[in-house]
């Protein structure tokens, strides 16, 4: 019943050539209605198909913002009071070549009222606006922190808000990029919260009707995401137990880092470390963070996103890495050569006394005590005269003559040397000495002892490090990530290999220990 056009005639702005219909003036050209069929679906998983007539033609302004996208008119009619934003203001004005070839409809309802709303285009934007371009802000400087490679390895997300939180977690949320339009800059006042879209409850509707091209069993096409713990213990499986053997320790094989840019002191270091924490994750992650929650619990954190598959184990050498040299720029140089026991001072580097060193009379005067924080065993004298074994040092250590002299009666004196703590792992260091890395030792505490097994040993020679590790079965497998890339060779077990230098001749510098 309703009325509609047969016939349209339509006149052409500037077109390639004129065109002249007879009985029609010049550029004027007639447009017919045009046949066409429509296929609709219907949620009954059905379809009818809908045979319709209409002359293919639109006004510029009635078109949607997103049609329009990318088109450019010299004369360009707008209709802007259905504009719901200022977002669609400027889409639908973008599209005019010239201001004069602008035409802004009026409201035909109240012609006196003006052509666009005053409100929506003034009183600044939005606060779910302002919130979109701080977040894009952030994630511009992500990617730019990228892009230099001074992005943290922790800094990773799989969604927007997961990364935004994990970076702010590592800067702060009071971080503002530098460049920050003063309309959109935040402040500790006014931080940036990302929002947690996974917070949200759905709202799922059932459907009284399921269409059976769609139906399907409800376990079928599932695949649920393993956590962490399960990874972990696919990763360690419990051994079967044999009766014709007895239960042995959770086998893996070792892996270390590819050598770059002089990297062989982290690279051994973090070889020993990170195949003693993948042994047993559970029991050493907590005592990671015992010794040094600032640097061995970043190195845990690392690992666990390592062992998840989202970083190689070179990218958690970088960082470790990276940040040493951001806070000490002088010791840790980039691109330069270090040592494995500079690292170990500032990884190992505990918040409580680790030892302590007293000095004490003939007449019973002791001394100011020395606490010593660095949780390690190392030589304070550097003696060439030093026992062979490290029992043999700890007994000789806690009560030695030295040539300090008492401030009270001016008497010789002896040095106590009294540790307090039993780590579960703990840095033996050996360079200098003719202490070698023996299997095991003991460590006397004030009331109580624990005792020790090498894991893990780096040498030096050659203006390079090389370093074996000890498995829990008692193998031993040697790596040199310039030779060998990650890759971690098996050289039998250490009953039948000489601990105190390395194949090419290298003298071991430190040694690895972790509690039995």
């Not at 800059?185 to 759905?202: K, L, Q």
Request: proline share 7%; hydrophobic share 35%; net charge negative.
């Amino acid at each position: 019943g309703q009325r509609v056009l047969e016939t349209l005639f339509v006149r052409l702005s500037n077109p390639p050539r004129d065109v002249k219909f007879k009985e029609l003036p010049m550029n004027i050209v007639p447009l017919t209605r045009t046949p066409s069929a429509i296929l609709c679906s219907l949620p009954a998983d059905s379809s009818i198909s809908i045979n319709q007539s209409q002359i293919e033609i639109i006004p510029n302004f009635t078109m949607t913002n997103y049609c329009l996208q990318g088109k450019t008119h010299h004369m360009n009619p707008v209709d802007l009071m259905n504009c719901r934003s200022h977002q669609s203001y400027c889409t639908a004005l973008s599209h005019s070549a010239t201001a004069e070839g602008t035409l802004l409809l009026p409201n035909f309802m109240d012609p006196c009222q003006p052509a666009f709303n005053p409100r929506k285009i003034q009183g600044g934007c939005s606060g779910h606006l302002q919130q979109e371009f701080r977040e894009l802000e952030l994630l511009d400087h992500i990617t730019l922190l990228l892009y230099n490679s001074m992005l943290p390895c922790m800094v990773v997300g799989e969604r927007r808000c997961d990364l935004l939180m994990r970076f702010q977690s590592n800067v702060g949320h009071s971080f503002v990029p530098p460049g920050i339009e003063h309309a959109i800059a935040w402040s500790p006042y006014n931080p940036v919260c990302p929002v947690n879209c996974s917070e949200f409850e759905w709202d799922i509707k059932c459907m009284p009707h399921l269409p059976s091209g769609i139906l399907h069993r409800e376990d079928e096409n599932i695949q649920k995401m393993p956590s962490i713990v399960e990874m972990l213990t696919k990763s360690f499986p419990e051994p079967a137990v044999s009766a014709s053997r007895p239960i042995s320790p959770i086998m893996f094989v070792p892996s270390g880092c590819a050598w770059y840019n002089n990297s062989c002191p982290y690279d051994l270091v973090i070889f020993v470390l990170a195949n003693m924490w993948k042994s047993n994750p559970i029991r050493f992650a907590e005592h990671f963070n015992d010794i040094n929650q600032e640097w061995l619990g970043e190195l845990l954190q690392s690992l666990t996103l390592h062992m998840e598959g989202k970083y190689l184990l070179e990218q958690v050498r970088d960082f470790m890495r990276h940040k040493l040299h951001r806070e000490y720029p002088n010791m840790f140089v980039w691109g330069k050569e270090t040592s494995p026991g500079a690292i170990t001072e500032k990884w190992f580097n505990c918040s409580t006394p680790f030892m302590t060193v007293r000095n004490k009379c003939i007449n019973g005067h002791i001394m100011r005590p020395v606490h010593y924080y660095l949780c390690s065993i190392t030589s304070l004298s550097l003696s060439k005269s030093l026992p062979h074994m490290i029992d043999q040092y700890l007994t000789l250590t806690q009560y030695y003559p030295s040539r300090m002299v008492c401030s009270e009666c001016e008497g010789a004196t002896r040095k106590m040397e009294c540790y307090h703590t039993c780590p579960t792992m703990i840095p033996v260091y050996t360079e200098g000495t003719n202490i070698d890395p023996k299997q095991t030792f003991t460590l006397q505490l004030e009331d109580n002892s624990a005792m020790y097994c090498l894991s893990g040993v780096i040498y030096y020679g050659t203006s390079h490090f090389t370093a074996r590790y000890v498995d829990e079965t008692g193998n031993m497998w040697f790596n040199d990530g310039y030779v060998q890339g990650r890759t971690a060779i098996n050289k039998g077990e250490i009953n039948q290999v000489d601990m105190t230098s390395s194949t090419d001749g290298r003298k071991p510098i430190m040694a690895f220990y972790k509690q039995v």
